[in-house]
């Protein structure tokens, strides 16, 4: 029975880009370490999939040497997207791995089509700050 299951969400979630509905987001910001511009840092841009599916990659891309980015990216879904904004940093850190911090993009910065009508802009964020629900990630 539980093969069964597992079977039919999986067929779900291959099937959600045929017959999903695209939609789309984008994400600004500029990412500091303490005064500096955190340039060349790693940034991506997912559609939050909960339980067994994984997150869909909308975006990638890198900081500038000023520490800005943009992003927009999209993907096909039966419900809204919970857009998302990984970020993936060595400030002021010495150990193994790369720090990863998370935040996430409001439903009303969602849009129909591949192409957002609306940029959610984050703002400069410190990446020096520890911040709540911060991990790490070597495989990214």
Request: aromatic share 8%.
């Amino acid at each position: 029975m539980l093969a069964i299951f597992i079977a039919c969400i999986s067929f779900l979630s291959t099937t959600d880009a045929l017959i999903g509905r695209t939609q789309s987001a984008g994400v600004r910001g500029v990412l500091m370490c303490g005064n500096r511009p955190a340039s060349n840092v790693l940034v991506k841009l997912y559609d939050n999939d909960r339980g067994i599916d994984r997150d869909d990659l909308m975006a990638k891309g890198k900081t500038d040497a000023r520490g800005f980015f943009q992003l927009e990216g999209h993907t096909d879904e039966f419900s809204t997207i919970d857009p998302k904004l990984n970020i993936y940093h060595d400030c002021n850190d010495h150990l193994p791995c790369q720090r990863k911090v998370t935040f996430y993009i409001p439903d009303s910065y969602v849009s129909s089509g591949k192409r957002p009508t609306r940029i959610y802009d984050i703002g400069t964020i410190d990446l020096a700050l520890k911040r709540k629900g911060e991990s790490r990630d070597c495989i990214h």
